[in-house]
């Protein structure tokens, strides 16, 4: 398969779309982006790397880095972590307080923000540096110590977070969240503000996508695991537009709302997209388009 | 893989389970089966084929012919169904009016009721005779003519169809469906009257296993067509435990409130598996730890 | 008190909302009512009458018709009809099925639509005539026997009162009404069907203005029952405007959207209006600004 | 009427219940106060006073605090205060999270934490010192300067406020709150921990039953203002048991979480009777039943 083609036949098909949809916005460092880059990564599991366009430019990977927190949670609770935060679908916008109240203070799955509050919850009661720890893995995760947290972009998000406040205090109101709700939100924003490149996440994400050895910084999962985690990706990682990345692209994937997208092929390879202009749920409009794209040439997905 | 042999494993170690749940029991017809049967058949794309017990035995299919009338609707309406009924998962309770209300009368998903009444009303606008169409559709994929539609169940489950109904005429409420009520309940009912076998269903879902060449009884569908039904299947098949589905076996599935289960590996096999006693959430006892079994023994998913 | 010159300095006074908002048109009888009438009637309990404009026009009452349905089964049933249905204000749209479900099938209180069919259903099961009965009971208010039934109006309801079905089924479903569903949403839509004018309306009020010596037609309330159905009109008469009307007009109420309401100063007087242009909430906008205007120049009300 | 024996009248009757029950217990404050206390105290406008028992202990007034809070409000804003809080019955659970996010931000009505919280926002935007502001007016409304906030109840609601905190945070989210959160809390909370007898609250609630001349220290209000209130109250007063508390009592009234109750008779008296033991919904159970029995006894009530 000549994926470097694919990728530029791909880039040429949704130049249209180059102007569609704008940047997140709401706080400095994300709006001072230039929305108008693009960059893609394919890495199979053998090494072989296809790059075009802005591939090595870093940028905020947000809710991509739930995957990374839940993975750790896992490793280090095993299937307990599912007492604290759900894995079904959660059929309603990423920040909803309504299903979280009806449903008592459970999150629906890790991947909406409530769920992952939950999960930086349970990894600052597991871990005497969880900062220190979350960071040294996904450095190991993409081979790269230079990866890092942007400061500027995580106190930003914390003075604007006022949706994300209500909700570890909901969280904290129904005995969910055991820690101070201030440290919490302000790990969680951490997590959100690292700054990676489409290589160094299609990089990361062959931890997932070659399920087998998964261990890494010191977190092991077995392959089942693994697998399953990849399971909740494919029915939670895009919120409510779930069904509607499922059904145009056929593979497990996360996006966030810095603009990337990755997604896996088990077992074949990781893919990380990258345009900061999304459409109306939070998903970059090129990135979806290229996904959609890969798949069809490709005629590759896990149905 | 020795498949046979991995089937009457799962089936000792399942075991365990088979008093736990209890049969439906809202109509009599499906009162009085005998709750203490299990049956479960695999068939490969390449036509081996390995059943078990009660593998031959018909069951009322439920829920499963939603699979076999959304096949028929996207392959008369192509892209266009999709105005009518979505693809996200539902997040809620199967016969959910709250979501319905608030989303002013677009079910969520072809698999929730609401979703599956709208696609009946589509055919029924769409066909002459729709219930001859059906059957011989159903028929067609499963190449057994006497396959057929149970009347004593249809008209039972009509007479206490109150919540069906309801859904059916919020549903009018919102011009979503085009028809008379009753007809398109009669309708709806007879479809998920149809009886067949573990043996019957795994053959029928070899369609969807090999997405080339779907074309039965005047309805194809392209390659790409059958992956996204089935990526639709993994996402929404299972109601509020599509995301526990979707972790546990790894596979798109879809269940019957009758005790069956079929699932699909895509390019490689369908399997239908049987076993009235239901848990909490309406979904088999015995089929869902078969499932589970069967995709932890062979460490084959899709993920 | 010089009522007549008030109601007539009133009329002035709104004529500037003479053409704002439309009549009801779901049904051509009611789409065909000319829009631009108004009319209005008030009654002290000493017997003096104040009339003005078109007050003895009929019109179609309505949900003005629940008061005179929960009247006779309060007087049937006692305390335990809160039973079936609640007396707590609803909070959401007169027609939400959201809450219905949420609450499993008690609905919150006899105005909304959902629990004037349980009102319904109650009198079908207590009487053995409930249509001779209800049209004598109302007829005895308003010591008038021309009062009747508009059966073209119920007939073209049925046909168009997909909401109402799918609110009846549903509390089919919950077990709430006990009847058939056909039956009860028949005698629901004659009662509404009922034509009065204003002047019928104001004396039929009377019964409730007055509190003692409640007796009609065989049906007897206590004086404390008396009160506290006025107590539910005033919190719960108006669906979601119930606040407004209370904190504009300050008298307990109903309003029908045929574009009448009706409104009590208990020992003093009741009062019915009519013009058929309605607001968003359905309530007739000439009506509740001449109630508003009624309350504040003669600085009486129940607060 | 001889208030005197009727209070002792019922105190006899309602007995039975001294034990029905138990107080607020979720901060220490609360939970160490004696439960088995009552008192009653009922002021007619001319000025008899009648009480009974604890009628001069004081108490934590709670969420009675909201009237004095929205009157103010009323003042300073007039009309426009209802922009950002409505003035409609919740129809759900004092701290419901779920409607105010349906309704983008905007509170049911000022009863609710949710519009009580917001009227805290708007009194610190409007007074250079609002703590001192409310006390001052609370004072004057009572005739007593030794009414005072409670320190150590406001410091430990807020130490467990975390839903309130939740609903601060969403408010701020939606652009309904302008001040800092933790100040506008904090201001909520010692609100809520004014101290004061029976006998001090059917005085400051005078001014609500003589609907004229209400001017106390700088905070006026046209007669027609202050029976909107009463109207609020009357629909809003008593969370999702408004309507049984309009039932029953047929009074506009407003409990606090403390076991106190207030209700008005317009023009006519104001009572005060406090219980700590509470019902499931959050009011004093002695309190509804003696104001249940006021009404009985002497057949006096709005309607």
């Known amino acids: 398969m000549d994926y470097q083609k694919i990728l ?23 709006a001072k982006v230039d929305p108008d880059q693009f960059g893609i990564c394919l890495r199979t599991v053998d090494g072989d790397t296809y790059a075009f366009r802005q591939a090595d430019t870093r940028f905020s990977i947000q809710s991509i880095s739930k ?24 059929g309603t916008a990423f920040n909803s307080l309504v299903q979280l109240e009806i449903e008592k203070g459970i999150p629906r799955n890790p991947f ?7 999960v930086a919850d349970i990894l600052m009661s597991e871990l005497d540096d969880p900062e220190a720890e979350f960071l040294n893995f996904v450095r190991t995760l993409c081979k790269d110590d230079t990866v890092d947290y942007n400061m500027e972009v995580a106190v930003s998000e914390r003075e604007k977070g006022y ?25 969680y924003f951490k997590m959100r503000s690292v700054e990676m490149s489409c290589r160094e996440l299609a990089l990361a994400f062959r931890a997932f996508t070659c399920h087998k050895d998964f261990n890494y910084a010191g977190y092991a999962l077995t392959s089942s695991q693994v697998k399953r985690l990849n ?24 996006s966030g709302v810095g603009g990337g997208i990755v997604a896996i092929y088990p ?14 749920k939070g998903n ?18 896990i149905f």
Chains 1, 2, 3, 4 share one sequence.
Request: proline share 4%; charged share 20%.
């Open 231 to 254: 399971a909740v990706m494919q029915t939670c990682g895009f919120y409510d537009e779930a069904g509607e990345f499922s059904y145009l692209v056929g593979l497990p994937g996360k």
């Open 163 to 187: 949706l994300n406040a209500a909700i570890a205090n909901l969280l904290k109101y129904h005995g969910t969240i055991e820690n101070d709700i201030e440290d919490v939100l302000m790990f």
């Open 284 to 301: 970059s409009v090129m990135g979806m388009k290229a996904l959609e794209l890969l798949t069809t040439y490709t005629e590759e997905s």
């Open 67 to 90: 995957v990374f927190a839940i993975a750790m949670g896992l490793s280090l609770k095993g299937e307990q972590i599912w007492k604290k935060v759900g894995k079904e679908p959660s």
């Open 8 to 30: 530029e036949d791909i880039y040429q098909e949704i130049l249209p779309y180059a102007k569609v949809g704008k940047q997140a916005d709401y706080i400095p460092a994300l």
């Open 112 to 118: 909406i923000n409530a769920g992952a509050i939950v």
């Open 267 to 280: 077992m074949k390879y990781s893919v990380a997209v990258w345009s900061p202009r999304l459409n109306s």
